[in-house]
Structures are given as C-alpha cells and as structure tokens.
T-cell receptor, first 112, second 115 residues
Framework: SQKIEQNSEALNIQEGKTATLTCNYT??????LQWYRQDPGRGPVFLLL?????KEKRKERLKVTFDTTLKQSLFHITASQPADSATYLC???????????FGKGTTLSVSS | EAQVTQNPRYLITVTGKKLTVTCSQN?????MSWYRQDPGLGLRQIYY???????DKGDVPEGYKVSRKEKRNFPLILESPSPNQTSLYFC??????????????FGPGTRLTVL
C-alpha cells in the first residue's frame, strides 16, 4: 500500500540555520507532492507544490526538492526564524489521483 | 475573502446523539474533503467529493456520512457518534484534484468530543 514517512517527528534548530525536513514515499510514484504548514489547533496552510518532472522549487526562503529515484522530497527553510516554528506536513497525491496522503508531520522548533 | 468555514468550532456531545458539522466554501471549488486528525495518526481522509452529487469514501469512512447537494456545502454527518470519533475535524476544498491540481484550502477545524 502507499506509504508516506516523515522521518523526524521533531527537529530543533537555532535561528539563522537551515532546517531540512524529509519525506519518503513507498510503493508508488506520485504525480506531485505538496508541503503544508500547520500551527497548533489550526488548519494546514499550503506552502509549495512540486511535480514529478521538477527537481526543485523555491519560494522566498523555502526550497523543495523531489527525487523520484530515491522516492524522497526534501523541504528546506533557510535563515530560519522563531516564527517558522510549526508542524510541516508533506502530502503527495495518491495513486488514483483522488486524494492527498498526508504524512504525520515534522514539528520544527527554531530557538533564538 | 476566499475561505472555508466550519461550524461548530467546538462541540461536546453524548454517545448516540446525531450531529452534523457544516462546511462551506466561497471559491466555487469542485473538490471538497473531510479529514480527521488524531495525535500520532496525522490527517486521515474520511470522505471526499469531486463535484455536486459525487462523493466517495476516504481512508476512514466508518461511522460517517456526507452529502453534496450544492457546490459550496459539504456537511459531515455522524448518525450515532461514539467516543472513538472524538477528534479534530477539518474540511478542505480545492478547485480540482488530480494531475491538474490546485492547492487545498482548509477550514479552521471542529474539535469534537463524544462522551
């Protein structure tokens, strides 16, 4: 069955450093993958989408890569700030193209 | 302002008392979906709808019903709630889903407690 894994439940880094979050998927090849940010008790908010034919996507301090050989997406936040502290979810499209499959998320804490 | 609204935001109820959580979007989106979020389990899809009168089961549909009579509304119905349905529920919508996708917009969430 399709499986999504975000390797770290929690990641603690210092302000100004680059945070790198990992998302691995198994048993299928998604047409695209999305990343969301979720703050406690609130709904997820879309950040970036990357398609299977794209290697990298950037938006301001955010960068996403998509390696279809490794079946992995990496999400980077450069020059991290305490305001970046949140849970980040990866969500590839499922094989049938009917739904996003959400990973359990990685909670990022940026300390000043 | 583009948004997805859910009501109620908080609800405490008792086992077996039917309830409905409403969801409405003002973006003319075709695709709508319901998720539940539980600690350690992440977001799991309950039901989704590709368009009016077109609904289908997600990963955890047992104990839930939905309907899509109008494009903007997608209510979630719990006919006989049980304590294992205590959770945080999110409604989401997007213009489409599939290869030509758009982003999903999430509602603010409904925290349901079933005693």
């Amino acid at each position: 069955s399709q499986k999504i894994e975000q390797n770290s439940e929690a990641l603690n880094i210092q302000e100004g450093k680059t945070a790198t979050l990992t998302c691995n998927y198994t048993n299928y090849s998604p047409a695209y993958l999305q990343w969301y940010r979720q703050d406690p008790g609130r709904g997820p908010v879309f950040l970036l989408l990357i398609r299977e034919n794209e290697k990298e996507k950037r938006k301001e301090r955010l960068k996403v890569t998509f390696d279809t050989t490794l079946k992995q997406s990496l999400f980077h936040i450069t020059a991290s700030q305490p305001a970046d502290s949140a849970t980040y979810l990866c969500a590839p499209l499922n094989q049938a193209g009917t739904a996003l499959i959400f990973g359990k998320g990685t909670t990022l804490s940026v300390s000043s | 302002e583009a948004q997805v609204t859910q009501n109620p935001r908080y609800l405490i109820t008792v086992t077996g008392k039917k309830l409905t959580v409403t969801c409405s979007q003002n973006m003319n989106h075709e695709y709508m979906s319901w998720y539940r979020q539980d600690p350690g389990l992440g977001l799991r899809q309950i039901y989704y709808s590709m368009n009016v009168e077109v609904t289908d089961k997600g990963d955890v549909p047992e104990g839930y019903k939905v309907s899509r009579k109008e494009k903007r509304n997608f209510p979630l119905i719990l006919e006989s709630p049980s304590p294992n349905q205590t959770s945080l529920y999110f409604c989401a919508s997007s213009a489409t889903l599939g290869v030509f996708t758009d982003t999903q917009y999430f509602g603010p969430g409904t925290r349901l407690t079933v005693l």
